[in-house]
């Protein structure tokens, strides 16, 4: 059975800082996804990782796949307030394309 | 374009009702998932439709579950003999033939007294 572990799964952070948030996954896959939701709102698709090596930058946030290790991080670069969210890793095991979701990190950045 | 939407976004119901939640994907996609939110189970995948493949069920958590979809694009989801444990908030997503990301709608919130 596929687990992924999201940590922290909490985090404040001030604003201008940096942070990283790390997912780990117990088998072998290449697809990786990073989503984004507000509260009370759906799941908004951030970053589509496919390939061992793959970093993907969009504004304050990066995130790379480290097959190998069966990790991917979400790096965030000085911080700002509307970063604040929940972020979700999810994991598409082998063949089957029904993700696997970590628990969410639960962001807050403090101004 | 149009994204994903859901039908009803909330939904109450008493314990042992039958309920009927309606997913229409983007037009064109193929793929179309149902996940539960939940606060004890966070996300979790129920079923998975592709084109006129057997969709995959194996994440329906009970018989009382099952969903269909009707000429390859609006699917329903029915819970039967609702029981409290079902309150979670439902999302369908899709996706398009060879497309990797899964977009997700708004959700039905769903409460079982």
């Known amino acids: 059975e596929l687990k992924v572990e999201q940590n922290p799964l909490f985090l404040s952070m001030q604003e201008g800082k940096n942070y990283t948030i790390y997912c780990n996954y117990s088998?072998?896959?290449?697809?990786l996804y990073w989503y984004r939701q507000d509260p009370g709102k759906s799941l908004e698709s951030l970053f589509v990782?496919?390939?061992?090596?793959a970093v993907k930058q969009e504004g304050r946030l990066m995130a790379s796949l480290d097959t190998k290790a069966r990790l991917s991080t979400l790096h965030i670069t000085a911080a700002v307030h509307d970063l604040s969210a929940t972020y979700f890793c999810?994991?598409?095991?082998?063949?089957?394309?029904?993700?696997?979701f970590g628990s969410g990190t639960q962001l807050t950045v403090l101004p | 374009g149009a994204g994903v939407s859901q039908s009803p976004s909330n939904k109450v119901t008493e314990k042992g009702k039958d309920v009927e939640l309606r997913c229409d994907p983007i037009?064109?996609?193929?793929?179309l998932y149902w996940y539960r939110q939940s606060l004890g189970q966070g996300l979790e995948f129920l079923i998975y439709?592709?084109?006129?493949?057997?969709?995959?069920k194996s994440g329906l958590p009970s018989d009382r579950f099952s969903a269909e979809r009707t000429g390859g694009s609006v699917s329903t989801l029915t819970i039967q003999r609702t029981q409290q444990e079902d309150s979670a908030v439902y999302l369908c997503?899709?996706?398009?033939?060879?497309?990797?990301?899964?977009?997700f709608g708004p959700g039905t919130r769903l409460t079982v007294l």
């Open positions: 999810a994991v598409e095991p082998g063949s089957a394309r029904q993700l696997t």
């Open positions: 088998t072998t896959s290449d697809r």
């Open positions: 990782l496919l390939s061992n090596g």
């Open positions: 037009s064109g996609h193929t793929a």
């Open positions: 997503a899709s996706s398009s033939v060879g497309g990797d990301t899964q977009y």
């Open positions: 439709f592709q084109g006129n493949s057997a969709p995959d």
